[in-house]
C-alpha cells in the first residue's frame, strides 16, 4: 500500500564498466534487479564511445559486443591507476548521461560500476555544483575510484554535499578497495558498504539489507 501511495519506484539511471554495455550491465545485476523489485528500477545505457578490441579486458574479462567506455587515459587505452595527461571522452559522456536523464526521465539517482562510478561521483560534483543538466537526488557507487587525471582534479576539489553509497569489494583485483575508499572520502557523508567479494556488484542478503536502507532514505520525484 505504501508503494501505491508513492506511486512509482525510485529510478536509476545505471552506468557500466570500461569495456562493457548496457546489455552486460542488465545481465550482471540479475540478482541485484529482483533484490530492489518495488523500490527501485534501473535503466542501463551505452557510453559513447567504442573501445578498441585489442585494448586489454579491464571491468570485463568475457569482452562485449562490442564493448564501451566513458572516458580514456591515452589513445583508444583506460587504466584507472593512470594519471592521464590528456583524457579523451568525458565531455561527451557528461552530454550523453544528462540527454539520458532528459529524455528517459525522470530519475531519482544514479547506479556506477567501476568507470561508470567515476563518472557518476563526476556527475555528483557537477549537480552539487548546481549544475541543472542533472535533476538526481543521489548515487550508489559501486567499485568507484576518483580520476587521476590533472584535468579532472576539479570534480574532487570541494567536499561533494549528495547522499551516496560506496560498495567496496575487499577482494576487488581491478579497482581495490583503497582507491574505491579514497573516492567515498571527497563526498560529504558517504555511506560505505564493504563486502568480501571482488569486482563485481554484489546482492546477496547483507547488501540487499544495505541498499534498501540507503534507498529508504529517498522518495521517487523528489528532484522533479
Same mark, same amino acid.
Given at each position: 500500500?505504501?508503494? +501505491?501511495?508513492?506511486?512509482?519506484?525510485?529510478?536509476?539511471?545505471a552506468l557500466h564498466g570500461y569495456r562493457q554495455s548496457a546489455r552486460r550491465l542488465?545481465?550482471?545485476?540479475?540478482?541485484?534487479?529482483?533484490?530492489?523489485?518495488?523500490?527501485?528500477?534501473?535503466?542501463?545505457?551505452?557510453?559513447?564511445?567504442?573501445?578498441?578490441?585489442?585494448?586489454?579486458?579491464?571491468?570485463?574479462?568475457?569482452?562485449?559486443?562490442?564493448?564501451?567506455?566513458?572516458?580514456?587515459?591515452?589513445?583508444?587505452?583506460?587504466?584507472?591507476?593512470?594519471?592521464?595527461?590528456?583524457?579523451?571522452?568525458?565531455?561527451?559522456?557528461?552530454?550523453?548521461?544528462?540527454?539520458?536523464?532528459?529524455?528517459?526521465?525522470?530519475?531519482?539517482?544514479?547506479?556506477?560500476?567501476?568507470?561508470? +562510478? +567515476?563518472?557518476?561521483?563526476?556527475?555528483?560534483?557537477?549537480?552539487?555544483?548546481?549544475?541543472?543538466?542533472?535533476?538526481?537526488?543521489?548515487?550508489?557507487?559501486?567499485?568507484?575510484?576518483?580520476?587521476?587525471?590533472?584535468?579532472?582534479?576539479?570534480?574532487?576539489? =570541494?567536499?561533494?554535499?549528495?547522499?551516496?553509497? =560506496?560498495?567496496?569489494?575487499?577482494?576487488?583485483?581491478?579497482?581495490?578497495?583503497?582507491?574505491?575508499?579514497?573516492?567515498?572520502?571527497?563526498?560529504?557523508?558517504?555511506?560505505?558498504?564493504?563486502?568480501?567479494?571482488?569486482?563485481?556488484?554484489?546482492?546477496?542478503? +547483507?547488501?540487499?539489507?544495505?541498499?534498501?536502507?540507503?534507498?529508504?532514505?529517498?522518495?521517487?520525484?523528489?528532484?522533479?
Amino acid at each position: 500500500a505504501a508503494m +501505491a501511495a508513492e506511486g512509482r519506484p525510485l529510478r536509476l539511471l545505471a552506468l557500466h564498466g570500461y569495456r562493457q554495455s548496457a546489455r552486460r550491465l542488465r545481465q550482471r545485476t540479475g540478482a541485484l534487479r529482483k533484490a530492489l523489485r518495488g523500490r527501485a528500477e534501473l535503466l542501463a545505457i551505452d557510453a559513447p564511445h567504442a573501445v578498441p578490441a585489442a585494448a586489454a579486458a579491464q571491468d570485463d574479462p568475457d569482452g562485449d559486443d562490442p564493448p564501451r567506455g566513458w572516458w580514456f587515459s591515452g589513445p583508444g587505452t583506460f587504466e584507472a591507476g593512470e594519471a592521464a595527461a590528456v583524457p579523451e571522452g568525458l565531455e561527451e559522456s557528461l552530454s550523453a548521461v544528462a540527454a539520458a536523464l532528459a529524455e528517459q526521465g525522470p530519475f531519482d539517482g544514479l547506479l556506477g560500476f567501476s568507470q561508470g +562510478a +567515476a563518472l557518476a561521483a563526476m556527475v555528483c560534483a557537477l549537480r552539487a555544483r548546481g549544475d541543472p543538466r542533472f535533476p538526481v537526488a543521489f548515487a550508489v557507487l559501486v567499485a568507484g575510484f576518483a580520476s587521476r587525471a590533472p584535468a579532472h582534479g576539479h570534480f574532487y576539489r =570541494h567536499p561533494i554535499a549528495l547522499p551516496t553509497l =560506496h560498495v567496496v569489494g575487499d577482494t576487488d583485483a581491478v579497482i581495490a578497495a583503497p582507491l574505491s575508499m579514497e573516492l567515498a572520502r571527497c563526498f560529504v557523508e558517504p555511506a560505505v558498504l564493504a563486502h568480501p567479494g571482488g569486482h563485481f556488484i554484489p546482492a546477496a542478503a +547483507a547488501q540487499k539489507k544495505a541498499y534498501l536502507e540507503f534507498l529508504g532514505r529517498f522518495r521517487p520525484g523528489q528532484e522533479q
